[in-house]
Nanobody, 123 residues
Framework: QVPLVESGGGLVQAGGSLRLSCATS????????MGWFRQAAGKQRAFVAA???????KYADSVKGRFTISRDNAKNSVYLQMNNLKPEDTAVYYC?????????????????WGQGTQVTVSS
């Protein structure tokens, strides 16, 4: 499995923005659905957003309208633009890669995971 490397987390005030990036050297990136998940303290890892190989996107209801997922196949990278952040967005955010071309949103459908990046939103 080719590793995924995330960056861009940090501490931000409520209402602020952050942009997460995830890069890989995998040759199958362009044909893979990529996703972002998050895990808050004491909670299970949860779906945030995903983008399929042909650019279809899907979001969790809690982030719809505030977060935007995008991909750059030339750079083997996927991004998560997070606007109007709320304290409840505080979590470790994970980038994940699947073997599917079509949209998938459950953790079991993703086989490669990044190390995670902490996002903390203060009130």
């Amino acid at each position: 499995q080719v590793p995924l490397v995330e960056s861009g987390g940090g501490l931000v005030q409520a209402g602020g923005s952050l942009r997460l990036s995830c890069a890989t050297s995998g040759r199958t990136f362009s044909s893979s659905t990529m996703g972002w998940f998050r895990q808050a303290a004491g909670k299970q890892r949860a779906f945030v957003a995903a983008i399929s190989s042909d650019g279809i996107t899907k979001y969790a209801d809690s982030v719809k309208g505030r977060f935007t997922i995008s991909r750059d196949n030339a750079k083997n990278s996927v991004y998560l633009q997070m606007n109007n952040l709320k304290p409840e967005d505080t979590a470790v955010y994970y980038c994940a890669g699947s073997a599917y071309r079509v949209m998938v949103i459950t953790t079991s459908q993703y086989h490669t995971w990044g190390q995670g990046t902490q996002v903390t939103v203060s009130s």
